[in-house]
Nanobody
């Protein structure tokens, strides 16, 4: 069974930057879609960003555009989420996701479009 292992979550202050990482245990996942969702307290899980196998085709949630950047290292089957200008409302558990397809299924924000999920990493942004 493939594992997605997230890291990088921690407590930061509003306005800070943070980079999350997610490594897949199967190196072939460098050829598949990888991305991020998040779930804040009392909220539904929501899409953040996803990238196709090439790393050049990316999808972002509206709240992430301009502040968050998704990137990947195909050789290492690792995906990153660079988050800038963090806000308290960004506080959430961030989940890494993957789908064994080369391109993101539309719509990108549907949880069922992603086969694999990590355990999550907590990001807390204080005001």
């Amino acid at each position: 069974q493939v594992q997605l292992v997230e890291s990088g979550g921690r407590l930061v202050r509003a306005g800070d930057s943070l980079r999350l990482s997610c490594a897949a245990s199967d190196r072939t996942f460098g050829n598949y879609v990888m991305g991020w969702f998040r779930q804040g307290g009392g909220k539904e899980r929501e899409f953040v960003a996803a990238t196709a196998w090439s790393g050049t085709m990316k999808s972002y949630a509206d709240f992430a555009k301009g502040r968050f950047t998704i990137s990947r290292d195909k050789a290492e089957s690792t995906v990153y989420l660079q988050m800038n200008s963090l806000k308290p409302e960004d506080t959430a558990v961030y989940y890494c996701v993957a789908d064994r397809r080369p391109y993101v299924r539309s719509p990108a924000n549907v949880t069922d479009n992603y086969e694999f999920w990590g355990q999550g990493t907590q990001v807390t942004v204080s005001s």
